[in-house]
Nanobody
């Protein structure tokens, strides 16, 4: 059973950094579109970043220049490096995977982790 497992969430002050890790169990990260989504309380789940098969990244506009998505094929792991964090980045962050085409719609993704909480204080 494919199951991404997130870790690395924490409480940080505004301007700080965190690195989230997605350990992919049961699937090979280089053979899937791997993405990060987030969901704040009372808000819909939203796309943050994704890696295409060729490793090319895509980001939502509000995180461009601050967040970096990457993968380590040898470790079968995907990362989200988050710098210059802002209070509005506070959310539960989810790792997700799907096949074929990179999209930004949560409903298109087949495999989801349980999420990791990121809290940014002002």
């Amino acid at each position: 059973q494919a199951q991404p497992v997130e870790s690395g969430g924490d409480w940080v002050q505004s301007g700080g950094s965190l690195r989230l890790t997605c350990a992919a169990s049961g699937l090979t990260v280089s053979k899937y579109i791997m993405a990060w989504f987030r969901q704040a309380p009372g808000q819909e789940r939203e796309f943050v970043a994704a890696l295409n098969y060729d490793g090319s990244p895509h980001y939502r506009d509000s995180v461009k220049g601050r967040f970096t998505i990457s993968r380590d094929n040898a470790k079968n792991t995907v990362y989200l490096q988050m710098n210059s964090l802002k209070p509005e980045d506070t959310a539960v962050y989810y790792c997700a995977a799907r096949s074929f085409i990179l999209t930004m719609r949560p409903n298109d993704y087949d495999y989801w982790g349980q999420g990791t909480q990121v809290t940014v204080s002002s």
